[in-house]
């Protein structure tokens, strides 16, 4: 059965950092495609980065240069590092895999940024 469990989240003041965890399990890690999604509320959830099996990366254009994306195939981990977060970031975010025809998404962790 895969699972996907982000953790990581958490309140940070404006211009800080977090970096955010996703473990897999229940798939061969290293095969497939690997998402970070965001859902602020009342808005519709969104791409924010993705990385392939091969390890090429995308990220949306706004969050270039603040937003990474990477993974650890020996820890079966995709991470977001966040920097520079702004209250504009604050959503929950959501770890997604997929891989043919086979999509799994995490139970999501909550991000605020505040002062």
């Known amino acids: 059965q895969v699972q996907l469990v982000e953790s990581g989240g958490g309140l940070v003041q404006p211009g800080g950092s977090l970096r955010l965890s996703c473990l897999a399990s229940g798939m061969i890690f290293s095969a497939w495609h690997m998402a970070w999604y965001r859902q602020a509320p009342g808005k519709q959830r969104e791409r924010v980065a993705s990385?392939?099996?091969?390890?090429?990366?995308n990220s949306e254009e706004s969050l270039k240069g603040r937003f990474t994306i990477s993974r650890d195939n020996a820890k079966n981990t995709v991470y977001l590092q966040m920097n520079n977060l702004n209250p504009e970031d604050t959503a929950v975010y959501y770890c997604?895999?997929?891989?043919?025809?086979?999509?799994?998404w995490g139970q999501g962790t909550q991000v605020t940024v505040s002062s």
């Open positions: 990385i392939s099996s091969s390890g090429v990366t």
């Open positions: 997604y895999a997929d891989r043919f025809y086979r999509q799994y």
